[in-house]
T-cell receptor, first 116, second 111 residues
Framework: NAGVTQTPKFQVLKTGQSMTLQCAQD?????MSWYRQDPGMGLRLIHY???????DQGEVPNGYNVSRSTTEDFPLRLLSAAPSQTSVYFC???????????????FGPGTRLTVL | RKEVEQDPGPFNVPEGATVAFNCTYS??????FFWYRQDCRKEPKLLMS???SGNEDGRFTAQLNRASQYISLLIRDSKLSDSATYLC????????????FGKGTRLSVIA
C-alpha cells in the first residue's frame, strides 16, 4: 500500500490564483481530513469527510473547498489564494467513521504552499 | 481555556535522561486520547494511544487522569532519536467528532 499520498510536495502561487491540492489513500479508509500547520499554531482542521459524498467544515474552512466523490480521493481547492494561506497542508485518513474518529490517523507527507 | 494545551518547550535533555510531558484538555466528555510524534518537516505519526489504566510501550509510558483532565507521556532513557515534537490529541466526544490536536511539545535530546 502507498498509504496516504499528496501532490504536489511544494507549490508557489501568486495572490488570487486557484489550485487544487490532491490527496489519495489506498487503504479503503472512510474518514479523510485536511489540516494546515503553521508555526506556533499547531494543526488546524480545515475540512473533513466521513465517507464518499459527505463533507463537513472544520475549524478554519474559509477560502477552501472540498469534495469526496470517491472513497480514495479528497482534493482541497484554494479558490483565490491569499498570503495568509501560506502553510504546510496535511491530508489524513483513518479506517472507520462508524467507530468514531478514534482510529489511528495516517497522514500524508504534506504540501508546502507559499502564496506571494 | 483552550481545548488541548501543552507546554511548547523546548525540553533539552541529555541522553539517558527521563523526561515527562503533560497535556491538559478542557472537555470532560472527551473519549479518546493519543500521543503523536512529529519529526522536523515530516508528517505526524501515532506514537501511542492512552488508556484509562495507563499503558507502556518500551521506554514510553502514557497515563490519563480524568479527574484532573490531563494526560502525560514519560520517556525513559532518552535517545537522540527521540528528538521530535510530541502532539497530544483528544477526541472530544464519541462518534464522528474530529480530533483536536495540541500545539505540541518540542524535545531535543543532546549527546
Amino acid at each position: 500500500n502507498a498509504g496516504v499520498t499528496q501532490t504536489p510536495k511544494f507549490q508557489v502561487l501568486k495572490t488570487g490564483q486557484s489550485m487544487t491540492l490532491q490527496c489519495a489513500q489506498d487503504m479503503n479508509h472512510e474518514y479523510m481530513s485536511w489540516y494546515r500547520q503553521d508555526p506556533g499554531m499547531g494543526l488546524r482542521l480545515i475540512h473533513y469527510s466521513v465517507g464518499a459524498g459527505i463533507t463537513d467544515q472544520g475549524e478554519v474552512p474559509n477560502g477552501y473547498n472540498v469534495s469526496r466523490s470517491t472513497t480514495e480521493d479528497f482534493p482541497l481547492r484554494l479558490l483565490s489564494a491569499a498570503p495568509s494561506q501560506t502553510s504546510v497542508y496535511f491530508c489524513a485518513s483513518s479506517y472507520s467513521a462508524a467507530r468514531g474518529i478514534t482510529d489511528t490517523q495516517y497522514f500524508g507527507p504534506g504540501t508546502r504552499l507559499t502564496v506571494l | 481555556r483552550k481545548e488541548v494545551e501543552q507546554d511548547p518547550g523546548p525540553f533539552n535533555v541529555p541522553e539517558g535522561a527521563t523526561v515527562a510531558f503533560n497535556c491538559t484538555y478542557s472537555n470532560s466528555a472527551s473519549q479518546s486520547f493519543f500521543w503523536y510524534r512529529q519529526d522536523c518537516r515530516k508528517e505526524p505519526k501515532l506514537l501511542m494511544s492512552v488508556y484509562s489504566s495507563g499503558n507502556e510501550d518500551g521506554r514510553f509510558t502514557a497515563q490519563l487522569n480524568r479527574a484532573s483532565q490531563y494526560i502525560s507521556l514519560l520517556i525513559r532513557d532518552s535517545k537522540l532519536s527521540d528528538s521530535a515534537t510530541y502532539l497530544c490529541v483528544v477526541t472530544p466526544n464519541s462518534g464522528n467528532t474530529p480530533l483536536v490536536f495540541g500545539k505540541g511539545t518540542r524535545l531535543s535530546v543532546i549527546a
